[in-house]
């Protein structure tokens, strides 16, 4: 059974970094891609950033500069490291595995990042 473990949401103030980690585990297939999402309150969830097996990266433009993306491969685990944040980055973030030939149907739970004006 996959299951992905997400860690490093919080509180903090604008301007501020957070790292965001995802440990997967049960993985027996061939990962397509990983990625970040978030959803704010009354918004629809948006990709911030995924990350290939070959370690091709992307991200929204609203990110782009601030966040980066990685991948420990040994440990089918995804970073997210986001600086300089704003408050409309304020939302429940949530790590998603895109499995080759059946999609993105793995999700963490999502933890949330309040960032304080």
């Known amino acids: 059974q996959v299951q992905l473990v997400e860690s490093g949401g919080g509180l903090v103030q604008a301007g501020g970094s957070l790292r965001l980690s995802c440990a997967a585990s049960g993985i027996a297939f061939t990962i397509n891609y990983m990625g970040w999402y978030r959803q704010a309150p009354g918004k629809q969830r948006e990709v911030v950033a995924s990350i290939t097996s070959g370690s091709r990266t992307n991200y929204v433009d609203s990110v782009k500069g601030r966040f980066t993306i990685s991948r420990d491969h040994a440990k089918n685990t995804v970073y997210l490291q986001m600086n300089s944040l704003k408050p409309a980055a304020t939302a429940v973030y949530y790590c998603?595995?895109?499995?080759?030939?059946?999609?993105?149907?793995?999700w963490g739970q999502g933890p949330q990042v309040t960032v304080s004006s």
């Open positions: 998603n595995i895109n499995r080759l030939g059946i999609g993105s149907v793995y």
